[in-house]
């Protein structure tokens, strides 16, 4: 399956662990030389946009080898040291 960085911004990114989702894809993090995914780049809000009076989380990487399976509408890793909810 052939997929463009663009889609996966619109795909759901869940944690096989606990189930929990952890965002959206805003970047990735490529070797320009290669062209290797080394990770996923999630806002460390868990995709929310709004703004709070304490700042927010930093952001979370998620390294390529703890993706697990990229379908039509989510993205399913697994990450058992995920960053806490809210």
């Keep these: ?17 606990d189930g929990r989702k952890l965002g959206y894809v805003y970047d990735l993090d490529v070797d320009a030389d290669t062209g290797a995914i080394h990770a996923l780049l ?19 990487a998620v390294p390529w080898g703890r993706v697990r399976k990229i379908g039509v509408d989510v993205i399913l890793v697994h990450l058992p040291d995920a960053f806490p909810g809210p």
């Design 42 to 60: 999630l806002p460390g809000d868990g995709g929310r946009r709004l703004f709070s009076l304490f700042g927010r989380r930093p952001d979370v």
């Design 1 to 17: 399956m052939l997929v463009r960085a663009s889609e996966l911004r619109l795909l759901d990114v869940v944690n096989l662990v």
